[in-house]
C-alpha cells in the first residue's frame, strides 16, 4: 500500500499514512468478519462473506461503480454500498502504488439489492463535488468477429471457432438484408465462461490470425440487455427479424393477424426487422408462439417479445469485457443485431414512412468498429470526399447533398406545441437558401416528435423525400 493517501472522509484532505490506510482496512475486516486478499491488480472483500453456504450469487446481481476518487478504499466504500443490501463480494482494481484506478466491482447477494444499488447510488456525491456513477456489471462470454468472409455458413463458422479456440458454445450469424444466402460479414462467438471468452481474444486479437485467409478483427461483443422479469411481463409489443426489405408494414400486420383477427395495433418496420404493437399482452404472447419460424415473403422469421429500453441517459466504458456505465438510445425498443454490429442490437433509424409514402433506404453498409492499433497511419479527409454510402443519417445525407450542388447548407429552425397529454412534441422547418426563393420555400414534415434527434432526422427524410432526390443522393459523383 502506497505511504500517504488523502483521507477524503467529510471531504476533508487530511494526509492519511499506508499504515493509518492498513489500520482501517484490519478494523473494517475485523468489524464485519470478512476477508480480504489482493491479487491481479484487484483486491476482493468478501466473495464469499461469512457463513455463507451454496453456490456464488446469479448472473445480474453485480454492480459496477465507476468514477471512485483514487485516495478511496474500502474502509469507506463498504459502508456507502451496505445501504442498499448485504454485499457478497467487493473487487477495487488497484495501481500498483497503491491507489484505486478509479472503479470496482460490488456484487450483491440478489438481484434486487444490486437494482437497488443503481436506484439510489448512481450519480452519488460521494465526496463534495465527486459523484459516482453505478449500473449494472454482466460478465462478457461473448467475442465479435468481423470481417468474416459473407458465403460462409454457421455451421462452418462454428466448426472453424472450435478449431482455434476451446470453450465454444455457439455462433450466432445473421443472414444479409439484401441476399439472405449470405452472412452481414459478421458473427458473435458463445463461449463456457468470461474467462474462454478473454483466452479466445487474447489469441486471436493481435491483428494477425486468418481465417480462410482473411484478417479478421475481433472485440469484446456489447452484452444485450438485461430486463427485469416484471417489465417483461407486461411487454406487449413483438420483434420480428429476418424479414425480407420489399415487405410492407400491412403485409407484416396481415400475417399476425391471421391468428386472431384484430390483435394487432399497429406495426413499426425498419429495413429488414419490425416491432409489432398488440392490443393485449396475450395474444402477443400466443402469436410469438405461432409465428417463430413461419415465412413471410419467402423469408423465415424469428419472433421474439421486445426488450424495453431505459430511456435515462447513463453512461459505459468498456473494461475487460465487463459492461460499464453507458449511453442508452432514445428509443422504446432495442433488440438483438438491430444496433451497431459489436452489439446484438443497430439503432432504429426512424421509420422511412412519409405522407403515407416509403421514402428509399440507402444501401445497405457494414457498419462495424475495428480495433485502433498503435501506430496506425491516419490521413486528415474532409466529410465530402467521401461516398453517400459513409453516411448512415438523413441529416448527413442532406449536408452532402447541398455541397456536392454547391449550395450552402440548410438550415433548421426548431418549433415546438404540447400534445393533449402534456407532452412538448418539437418538429423542424428546414430551409435550402439556394432554392428558398422557388416555388417552395420550406420544408416541414407533417409529423411531431418527442426528441430533438428525431425531429431533425424526420425533417430531413422529408426534405430529401421532397426535393425527388432521396434515391438519386447515393449516385451523386
Not at 473494517?28 to 468478519?33: P, R, Y
Not at 424479414?243 to 399476425?256: G, H, P, Q, R, Y
Amino acid at each position: 500500500m502506497n505511504e500517504e493517501n488523502t483521507d477524503g472522509t467529510n471531504g476533508c484532505s487530511k494526509v492519511r499514512t499506508g499504515t493509518q490506510n492498513e489500520a482501517a482496512l484490519l478494523a473494517l475486516m475485523e468489524k464485519t468478519g470478512y476477508n480480504m486478499v489482493q491479487e491481479n491488480g484487484q483486491r476482493k472483500f468478501g466473495g464469499p462473506p461469512p457463513g455463507w453456504e451454496g453456490p456464488p450469487p446469479p448472473r445480474g446481481c453485480e454492480v459496477f461503480v465507476g468514477k471512485i476518487p483514487r485516495d478511496m478504499y474500502e474502509d469507506e466504500l463498504v459502508p456507502v454500498f451496505e445501504r442498499a443490501g448485504k454485499i457478497y463480494e467487493f473487487r477495487l482494481m488497484m495501481e500498483f502504488s497503491g491507489e484505486n484506478r478509479g472503479y470496482a466491482f460490488v456484487m450483491y447477494t440478489t438481484k434486487e439489492e444490486a437494482q437497488l444499488a443503481i436506484r439510489i447510488l448512481n450519480n452519488y456525491e460521494i465526496r463534495p463535488g465527486k459523484f459516482i456513477g453505478v449500473c449494472v456489471s454482466l460478465d462478457n462470454c461473448r467475442l465479435f468477429i468481423g470481417a468474416i468472409p459473407k458465403e460462409k455458413k454457421k455451421e462452418e463458422i462454428l466448426d472453424e471457432m472450435k478449431k482455434v479456440t476451446e470453450g465454444v458454445v455457439d455462433v450466432i450469424v445473421y443472414p444479409s438484408a439484401i441476399d439472405k444466402t449470405k452472412n452481414r460479414g459478421f458473427a458473435f462467438v458463445e463461449y463456457e465462461s468470461h474467462r474462454a471468452a478473454a483466452m479466445a481474444r487474447r489469441k486471436l486479437i493481435p491483428g494477425t490470425f486468418q481465417l480462410w485467409g482473411h484478417t479478421i478483427q475481433v472485440d469484446w461483443a456489447d452484452p444485450e440487455k438485461e430486463v427485469d422479469e416484471e417489465t417483461m411481463q407486461r411487454v406487449k409489443v413483438l420483434y420480428v427479424r429476418n424479414l425480407m426489405i420489399s415487405t410492407t408494414e400491412e403485409t407484416i400486420k396481415a400475417e399476425f393477424n391471421k391468428f386472431k383477427p384484430g390483435a394487432v395495433e399497429r406495426v413499426k418496420k425498419l429495413r429488414d426487422y419490425a416491432f409489432v404493437h398488440f392490443f393485449n399482452r396475450e395474444d402477443a404472447v400466443a402469436a410469438m408462439s405461432v409465428m417463430n419460424g413461419k415465412f413471410i415473403d419467402g423469408a423465415s422469421i424469428e419472433v421474439t417479445l421486445a426488450k424495453p429500453v431505459n430511456k435515462e441517459n447513463t453512461w459505459r466504458q468498456h473494461l475487460n469485457g465487463q459492461i460499464s456505465p453507458s449511453s442508452e438510445n432514445l428509443i422504446v425498443f432495442a433488440n438483438k443485431e438491430e444496433s451497431h454490429p459489436k452489439t446484438l442490437g443497430k439503432l432504429p433509424t426512424l421509420p422511412a414512412r412519409l405522407n403515407g409514402q416509403h421514402s428509399p433506404s440507402p444501401p445497405e453498409v457494414e457498419r462495424c468498429t475495428y480495433p485502433f492499433y498503435p501506430g496506425t497511419k491516419l490521413t486528415p479527409i474532409s466529410m465530402y470526399s467521401l461516398k453517400s454510402s459513409h453516411f448512415n443519417s438523413a441529416v448527413m445525407h442532406l449536408d452532402y447533398y447541398c455541397n456536392k450542388n454547391n449550395w450552402a447548407p440548410p438550415e433548421y429552425y426548431l418549433y415546438s406545441t404540447t400534445s393533449q397529454d402534456g407532452k412538448v412534441l418539437l418538429v423542424y422547418k428546414i430551409v435550402i437558401p439556394a432554392i428558398a426563393n422557388g416555388s417552395q420555400s420550406y420544408f416541414m414534415p407533417d409529423k411531431l416528435c418527442t426528441t430533438l434527434e428525431d425531429a431533425k432526422e424526420l425533417a430531413a427524410q422529408f426534405t430529401l423525400l421532397h426535393l425527388g432526390k432521396f434515391k438519386t443522393t447515393l449516385n451523386i459523383l
